[in-house]
């Protein structure tokens, strides 16, 4: 069955740093992969999207890679903040399908 | 901006009664969702709508009802609410092949 999964629960930066954190999906036919960041207490808030005709994508200190050969994602945040501690999901969606599949979440942690 | 609004942030009621959670969204988007969210189990889909009256069911449907009947407007029903239903409810609103925009969740308490 489909299943979006991250590498590592947790995650712990210093303030500074980069972050990258991963994503394997099982699903080769998925095309739109989104990230999301949820702080404590809030709503998963829309970071950064990508369509399966592309394998890089660039926002604002975000980056977002795609390799469709092993079905990887990578979320790589640059001069990780403070506010940037959350917990991020990856999210998967076939063309057919409306819902999107969610990962389980890393738990970034930045330390000043 | 997006904005999807929910009646409650934090909700607390007793053992087999019928509970509401609203939600509301802005953008006149399409598709409307509810997950619920627990720790160590991620996000998981109890139902969805992609139209007025229409409905879908999710991972999680049991226990669950939904009602659209307006485009703007998609609301969750616990039949007879138990302790095992208690979580963060999460709605989220799309637009066709989008990505979607959360509320800020109702946290359910069963008792």
């Known amino acids: 069955g489909e299943s979006v999964g991250l590498h590592l629960p947790t995650l712990s930066v210093q303030e500074g740093d980069n972050s990258i954190i991963n994503c394997a999906y099982s699903n080769s036919a998925s095309d739109y992969f989104i990230w999301y960041k949820q702080e404590s207490g809030k709503g998963p808030q829309f970071i950064i999207d990508i369509r399966s005709n592309m394998d890089k994508r660039q926002g604002q200190r975000v980056t977002v890679l795609l390799n469709k050969t092993v079905k990887h994602l990578s979320l790589q945040i640059a001069a990780t903040q403070p506010g940037d501690s959350a917990v991020y999901f990856c999210?998967?969606?076939?063309?057919?399908?409306?819902?999107?599949?969610f990962g389980k979440g890393t738990t970034l942690s930045v330390s000043s | 901006d997006v904005k999807v609004t929910q009646s409650s942030r934090y909700l607390v009621k007793r053992t087999g009664e019928k509970v509401f959670l609203e939600c509301v969204q802005d953008?006149?988007?399409?598709?409307m969702f509810w997950y619920r969210q627990d720790p160590g189990l991620g996000l998981r889909l109890i139902y969805f709508?992609?139209?007025?009256?229409?409905?879908e069911k999710g991972d999680i449907p049991e226990g669950y009802s939904v009602s659209r009947e307006k485009k703007e407007r998609f609301s969750l029903i616990l039949e007879s609410a138990s302790t095992n239903q208690t979580s963060m409810y999460l709605c989220?609103?799309?637009?066709?092949?989008?990505?979607?925009?959360f509320g800020p969740g109702t946290r359910l308490t069963v008792t």
């Open positions: 709508s992609y139209d007025v009256k229409m409905k």
């Open positions: 999210a998967e969606k076939t063309q057919a399908g409306t819902a999107l599949i």
């Open positions: 953008m006149d988007h399409e598709n």
């Open positions: 989220a609103s799309s637009r066709m092949y989008n990505e979607q925009y």
